[in-house]
């Protein structure tokens, strides 16, 4: 069969078409997609079908039980029970469900389907589904803080040599280094919490594209589904596929810094370095030189953080130049990779999370250098100036001077030699009333880290107070985002209050009262209780009778 050949024939969907697509069109495009909505999406798609059939409900156009029995059919529906047949539901998944449905009830409910889209069903399908990645990702991203910081608390009091420019600059621990990764996963997790509530609106109801005919009541379907509320323009909800521009973005940030974490944990892996060390089952071996002892799964973690950013491109170039309403090539082709993206940050925050739960420090390797480097030469300007009355100018340049002249002499830092900076000084026409001591409290490695006293620093006590306020955020973030979990439970449990009732029959329980309280349910449902003045009496009964 080639492009051009029609399907076979179809029941009519639509009176334009009289045929299914074609077996290309089939295979290549719409049974992949069927496949993948299957798989990932099936259960957004059942949810929201029962938060319809609710609606009908409410606007009596169906009655309680038709409600149940197309909500029962909905609920035995599975990644197996549906299929692309392009003679039967042209390879949709929209239209495979409502066959499904329509198969197993015993005479056509007449309204069911009526004023509905595909567009808004989609739109509310796929956010719902990113909704659910970016909570999956952000559940990994707090177990990596967990090992961080207890990685980080394990070893701020380990004086090991920072590096500015790839010089040894300072003398810091691994676990200042390591709280500031902490701060970063902080920043993406807020982050991602606010991209959370960024697209924490539902488009159902927005219909085709400018809005729909059936006062449907947006508020409560968006409730029902875990959102916070509905999405307020209608084009926007069908047209926008923000969220998934915004979502790439965040973890392609997120890719970015990592990447240059990981590329110091590969900088103290090497041989020069030693500073840190990783088990046999998470390192690998040189087929040809057998002295070597490699680490290339830090290797496959910053190559992987490369496609975070590749698949957030691919998002943007998907959406560019497309014209502003309901496209198959916004809402499916540029989604292609969003799973991909998301799949991909997880494995490689799983990855590094487990190196970091595995890896230890080498204190001795990393005193070693701490000690052979003269880390302490702005310690020693610093003291020439506040305690010899040296201009401080002055003061770096003689330090500068006694460094040249120690290396050259090949003399350790300390406890260094006082007459060379006695020498330096006297260049300046300064005289040192106890360059001794000034080399001493310089060079001295553990001295290195307490002098360092603001808030933020590498002393170990600073490290301390940074880890519990970090600490404490991790808890806090956790806390949101278990809320967001609760709403999103508390949606579904009302939603299936509405259809079944809590003793059999739909309005037996947590049926709402006129002051806005659910009698069994603790929820509170003002926006189905609400009076509207303009309406009559009984139309207004009417809606609170078959809210639940």
């Known amino acids: 069969m080639t492009s051009d050949t029609p399907g076979p024939t179809t029941p009519e969907l639509s009176g334009r078409i009289r045929g299914g697509p074609a077996e290309l069109l089939h ?129 701020c009091d380990l004086p090991m040599p920072g590096y500015t420019h790839f010089q040894a600059a300072q003398i810091i621990t691994p676990g200042f280094h390591l709280a500031a990764l902490s701060e970063h996963l902080l920043h993406t997790h807020a982050r991602l919490l606010n991209a959370y509530d960024g697209i924490d609106a539902s488009p159902l109801g927005a219909g085709a594209m400018a809005g729909q005919e059936l006062p449907w009541d947006r508020d409560r379907m968006a409730r029902l589904l875990g959102f916070s509320r509905p999405q307020p323009h209608a084009l926007t909800a069908v047209a926008s596929r923000r969220w998934s521009a915004e979502l790439t973005a965040e973890l392609s940030l997120l890719g970015s810094a990592l990447s240059r974490f990981t590329t110091d944990l590969l900088t103290w892996g090497g041989s020069e370095y030693g500073f840190i060390e990783l088990p046999d089952e998470l390192s690998g071996i040189s087929s040809a030189m057998p002295q070597k002892k490699n680490y290339p799964v830090l290797e496959r973690i910053r190559g992987r953080t490369a496609h975070l950013t590749a698949f957030h491109f691919d998002v943007l170039l998907g959406q560019r130049n497309t014209p502003f309403c309901n496209l198959v090539e916004v809402s499916k082709e540029a989604g292609t990779h969003v799973l991909n993206a998301f799949d991909s940050a997880h494995g490689t925050v799983r990855l590094l999370t487990e190196v970091l739960r595995r890896l230890t420090f080498r204190a001795d390797r990393m005193r070693q250098v701490c000690a052979a480097e003269f880390l302490g030469g702005f310690s020693l300007a610093n003291a020439l100036c506040l305690t010899e009355g040296v201009p401080w100018r002055t003061a770096q340049v003689v330090a500068g001077k006694y460094v040249v002249l120690a290396a050259t002499a090949g003399a350790a830092p300390a406890p260094g030699e006082p007459a060379l900076l006695a020498e330096a000084a006297a260049g ?26 603001s808030a933020g620093s590498a002393r170990p006590e600073a490290v301390r107070a940074v880890l519990r306020t970090q600490q404490e955020t991790y808890e806090g973030l956790a806390a949101e985002w278990e809320r967001r979990a609760a709403a999103i439970r508390a949606g579904a449990e009302e939603g299936d209050l509405a259809l079944y009732g809590a003793a059999g029959t739909a309005t037996d329980t947590g049926t709402a009262t006129d002051t806005g309280t659910a009698t069994d349910t603790g929820k509170v449902t003002a926006t189905e209780t609400e009076t509207d003045e303009q309406e009559d009496g009984d139309d207004t009964r009417a809606r609170v009778r078959h809210a639940h």
């Not at 495979?96 to 989609?122: K, M, Y």
């Not at 001794?436 to 290195?448: N, P, S």
């Open 27 to 155: 295979d290549e495009v719409l049974a992949p997609q069927f496949a993948f909505e299957s798989r990932h999406l099936l259960r957004h798609y059942v949810a929201i079908e029962k938060t319809l059939a609710a609606e009908y409900v409410r606007m009596d156009l169906i009655t309680v039980e038709e409600a149940r029995r197309i909500a029962a059919l909905l609920d035995s529906v599975g990644p197996d029970t549906l299929s692309a047949q392009p003679g039967a539901n042209m390879s949709d998944i929209a239209f495979a469900l409502e066959r499904h449905v329509e198969a197993g009830l015993p005479h056509p409910v007449v309204a069911w389907h009526a004023d509905r889209s595909r567009n808004d069903l989609q739109a509310c399908a796929q956010v719902m589904y990113g909704r659910d990645q970016l909570t999956r990702f952000a559940a990994s991203l707090h177990e990596l803080g967990s090992v961080v910081i207890r990685l980080a608390e394990k070893t």
């Open 428 to 453: 300046h026409g300064i005289t040192l009333t106890d360059p001794a001591r000034l080399l001493a409290e310089a060079f001295d490695v553990d001295r290195g880290l307490q002098r360092m006293v």
